[in-house]
């Protein structure tokens, strides 16, 4: 990217940067999407049965919202290596493996919160649902539909949290340029590189981003409140 | 309502598959461990493409400090090595890791510090310089990374007969990070640092650094290039691996590293012949 501001390659159409922010897109909502199908309903599971053990696995799920992303980076890389357990797939250095890492660093936030909103309504509807005598499927069904915007912010923190981040992508995926190169790795590279200005104005473009899929969310929600019936 | 939601999934999930496409049709390609000094240098971008033009192989660069990228390739991740440390690039070669090692050009080191040079070793020799900042005990940045430049700065300290970084003094800062980092670094503490020619010419913020010492043949930095051996990892790409070593050692890609300028300075000087 040969330019002296970001701003110039917008208002130019660059096309390296869109390359570059179609990848970021892509990989961070793939990694939400995939976080989602596991830690919804892994919350859900958590919050709506008893087993033993399941204090401390509310700890542990809480806790690892803390996950810090360039060690996830760096369990992902170990186990994509050519010299890891699943080395042979040639994962390494690829986009798909970037997905992989933030999926497994979102999880625990996507499935940590959606515990604690369905429990809480849990909590409210429990004399009404036990009153209505219905399966536990259709409970869980039920109480996974009335979360439902609250899970939808809980998925925008999990998509913030993928978006942001620059150590697991780094490590897993390489930064190779045209391939593997996303807005993050992109910012650390030009900073590195003395890019001072370059890097902050990716910087404002990234959180533009963040912003408007925010906003989206946001449109989508008052629309099917307005619809709702 | 919920078919609309429904519809939202299948839309995140297409697009999920779309990430596999690109990866498939990337088949005729070799993954390369280099530098950060021939990655921000700019010298990939330069003659990767023509390569590519001539024999259709897509290099895809991973850019790592020396010790890292030969760590990357020890395990397999990737198909070709090119990197500026000879001493470990010959114990790579020595393990069986590498299957040959080329020397394929030279750039240099140079010392920058701030302009108002504390410790006064403008114009010395290399050696004389790092006794003098020593003595003074002015901040001097170290990369600490275990890449080419971190080992050259490390060979520098031992043949002025000083160790800080086992001493550790104050003014000796390790900040583990890549070249443009430490010079970010040295210009934010008015530090000195060793830095290679082609990062420091390409690095856009150099505010109140200059070059205080330089042309001193102890400076010297060769890069060479290994194909990473399929014996021990079956999985190497070796004909285009060795596609792309046998042409950065041809009159063309010679020519092409020596064609790389910026701002009318060459920053990569090509010996695949005569280097060592």
Redesign the interface.
Known sequence: MEASSALELILTGDATLFAIVRLSL??T??A???AALIGLPLGAIVALTNFPGRHAVIVVLNGLMGLPPVVVGLLVFLLL????PL??L?L?????AM?IAQTVLITPIIAALSRQVIEDLWTEYREELMAMEVGPLTRVKTLL?DA?YSLVTILLAGFGRAAAEVGAVMIVG????N?TRVMTTTIA?E??????PLAIGLGMVLITLIIFVNALAWA?RRW?EA??G | ??V??LA??AA??A??S???A??VA?DKSI?VSST?STQ?SGL??YILPKFKEKTGIDV????QGTGQALDTAR???ADVVFVHAKAQEEKFVAEGWGVKRYPVMYNDFVLIGPKSDPAKVKGKDILSALKAIHDAGAPFVSRGDKSGTHAAELRLWKEAELDPAGSKPSWYREIG?????A??TANAMGAYVLADRGTWI?????EQLEILVEGDERLFNQYGVILVNPEK?P?VKKEYGQQFIDWLISDEGQQAIAEYKIEGQQLFFPNAKSGS
């Open positions: 892509l990989v909502l793939s939400t999407f995939f290596s050519r010299s890891g080395g042979p040639g390494l250095f690829t986009p798909t997905v539909w439902r390489g930064n190779i340029e391939f590279l900073t590195s590189k003395g890019n001072l989508v099917s619809h709702a | 309502m919920r609309r939601f939202f999934a995140a999930l697009a999920a779309l990430m596999t690109p990866a990337q993954i950060t921000d990939f971008g895809k660069v991973v850019a395990r397999g991740d990070q890549g070249m443009g980092a010079l970010n390409s690095f856009k913020n150099k990892h999985h």
